[in-house]
């Protein structure tokens, strides 16, 4: 595995936590370290196939 796969990884390891809590998307984007809600949904869309809306039933 790459660095930067493990990375990506270990940061969504991380959101999730954060997003079952009920933490804002903005506010996960910016601690796991995404320099813009969209990118952090991007990112979280293409390695789970949903939204984090989607993904925690929300949307």
């Known amino acids: 595995m790459t660095f930067g796969r493990w990375r ?4 969504l390891r ?7 809590r009920g933490t804002p998307v903005a506010v996960v984007a910016r ?4 320099a813009t ?3 952090f949904v991007a990112v979280f ?4 196939g949903v939204s984090p809306g989607a993904y925690f039933g929300t949307r």
């Open 8 to 11: 990506t990884q270990a940061r």
């Open 14 to 20: 991380s959101a999730l936590v954060l997003l079952a």
């Open 31 to 34: 601690r796991v370290g995404y």
């Open 37 to 39: 809600p969209s990118a």
């Open 45 to 48: 869309h293409r390695a789970l």
